[in-house]
């Protein structure tokens, strides 16, 4: 029972490279959540999805997008990549509403130069 | 718009003492408030969670303490060990928010042996 997994784990693209970030779980959850963490910066939510085929914007979505075509996995793509980008991003998820703590991927360390 | 503050980047303890650890809210729409620790290339991992009915939540050597009128709560380790030493985070939660958080800059926590 691997959980939550991330892949790659890490990743060096140039300015204007494009690249999609995977994030699956095998614990059947229905909501998910990307996060990017910058120093002093906490954890910020880029998208989530609360069921297949459904997503929603968070807190910083500009440059991103993603994708939900299968329950388990949740897709973030950057188009355009830039420097503002490098950052850890992590994944999470829950089984659904409820006081219930999300479950966190090891996250994917990317850098822009 | 800081909604979820931790204002101590960091924090250093003794071994076996108590280690208190503080994060301060603005919006009163939260109603459940959770602490994940982090260690490095790690994601975060859930540690203890409260809910806006309780003043008090206890876990073996972890207590959270939730104070609404001052919307502030904190996280009581006792006694601290050297695997303690990681970055904590608060996170917030609003009741009709499709289950997002939102985060604290972290704290820092180091046992000192």
């Known amino acids: 029972n691997a959980g939550v997994t991330q892949t790659p784990k890490f990743r060096v693209l140039k300015t204007g490279q494009s690249m999609t970030l995977l994030c699956a779980q095998d614990?059947?959850?229905?909501?998910m959540y990307w996060y990017r963490q910058d120093p002093g910066m906490g954890l910020r939510l880029i998208h989530y999805?609360?069921?297949?085929?459904?997503?929603a914007k968070g807190e910083v979505p500009d440059g991103y997008n993603v994708s939900r075509l299968k329950k388990q996995n949740f897709l973030l793509g950057l188009e355009s990549a830039a420097p503002s980008q490098t950052s850890v991003y992590f994944c999470?998820?829950?089984?659904?509403?409820?006081?219930?703590?999300?479950?966190f991927g090891d996250g994917t360390r990317l850098s822009i130069l | 718009d800081q909604q979820v503050k931790q204002n101590s980047p960091s924090l250093s303890v003794q071994e076996g003492r108590i280690s208190i650890l503080n994060c301060d809210y603005t919006?009163?729409?939260?109603?459940?408030f959770l602490w994940y620790k982090k260690y490095p290339a790690e994601g975060p991992t859930f540690l203890i969670s409260?809910?806006?009915?309780?003043d008090k939540n206890e876990d073996g050597r972890f207590t959270v303490f939730l104070n609404k009128s001052a919307k502030h709560l904190s996280l009581h380790i006792v006694p601290s060990q050297p695997g303690d030493s990681a970055v904590y985070f608060c996170a917030a939660r609003t009741f009709f928010g499709n289950e997002k958080l939102t985060f604290g800059t972290g704290t820092r926590l180091t046992i000192i042996p």
């Open positions: 919006n009163s729409m939260f109603d459940y």
């Open positions: 999470a998820s829950i089984p659904g509403q409820g006081n219930q703590p999300q479950h």
């Open positions: 409260i809910s806006s009915i309780k």
């Open positions: 999805s609360v069921g297949e085929g459904t997503t």
């Open positions: 614990m059947n959850h229905e909501y």
